[in-house]
């Protein structure tokens, strides 16, 4: 089941804080935060794993709320660098190993001077 | 990204080809997944391999598509009689090491048009 994302789209000024949702039907385990720019690659950002904690990396950080299947993130004071399009992937209880993510279908971020 | 090589970086193939893309990762990543991605949405799971062998498959659409990595490296995905339906961006990726806690380094993709 794919996880649905919110909001789909957002734009920003430069300076302003977003907060991106990413919401499952199932049980969540894992949850993977990539950034995409335009005709490039997912880059990885954070992961997230079940006991409800919370990840900083500089001025994003995330947070996951296992009792609401949810995790979001959170871009605080936006840099021009920041847009793009965010994808959570969610992944099953696996300690170790491979383990395949479903993605959500995205949250534009656009982040205007 | 760096790390995991995809060629070719397009390919534009008429319909009922066949095509065949290559992911190139650098050593000692014994996890290779496959994934697609459509405009405008998240990537979607293929397939994966742990080692030489597939261990999920189960995000192939159909049996026009087959992947293989015969010594447990580069991975070879496989499209016969390919449809406009099959046109995306095929994203290999590796994970950077065997614990969940590792995320996913994307290679840049193989952009797939039918025409």
């Known amino acids: 089941q794919q996880p649905v994302q919110s909001p789909q789209a957002v734009i920003l000024r430069e300076g302003e804080d977003a907060v991106i949702n990413c919401s499952s039907s199932?049980?969540?385990?894992?949850v993977h935060w990539y950034r995409q720019k335009h005709g490039e690659a997912p880059v990885f950002l954070m992961i997230?794993?079940?006991?409800?904690e919370q990840k900083g990396h500089e001025k994003i950080s995330a947070s996951f709320n296992e009792k609401k299947q949810q995790s979001s993130l959170y871009l605080t004071a936006s840099q021009l660098s920041y847009s793009g399009t965010y994808f959570c992937g969610t992944g099953g209880w696996i300690i170790q190993g491979a383990q395949k993510l479903v993605f959500g279908q995205g949250t534009r971020l656009t982040i205007n001077p | 990204g760096a790390g995991v090589s995809q060629t070719p970086s397009n390919k534009v193939t008429e319909k009922g080809k066949y095509v065949e893309l290559r992911c190139d990762p650098i050593?000692?990543?014994?996890?290779l997944y496959w994934y697609r991605q459509s405009l405008g949405q998240g990537p979607e799971f293929l397939i994966y391999f742990q080692g030489t062998g597939a261990a999920d498959d189960s995000g192939l659409p159909n049996d026009r598509f087959f992947a293989v990595r015969p010594e447990g490296s580069v991975s070879t995905l496989k499209i016969q009689r390919t449809e406009r339906g099959d046109s995306a961006v095929y994203l290999c990726a590796i994970r950077r090491g065997r614990d969940r806690k590792y995320g996913y380094t994307f290679g840049s993709g193989t952009r797939l048009t039918v025409v």
């Open positions: 199932k049980a969540l385990y894992s």
């Open positions: 997230l794993l079940k006991g409800g």
């Open positions: 050593s000692g990543h014994t996890a």
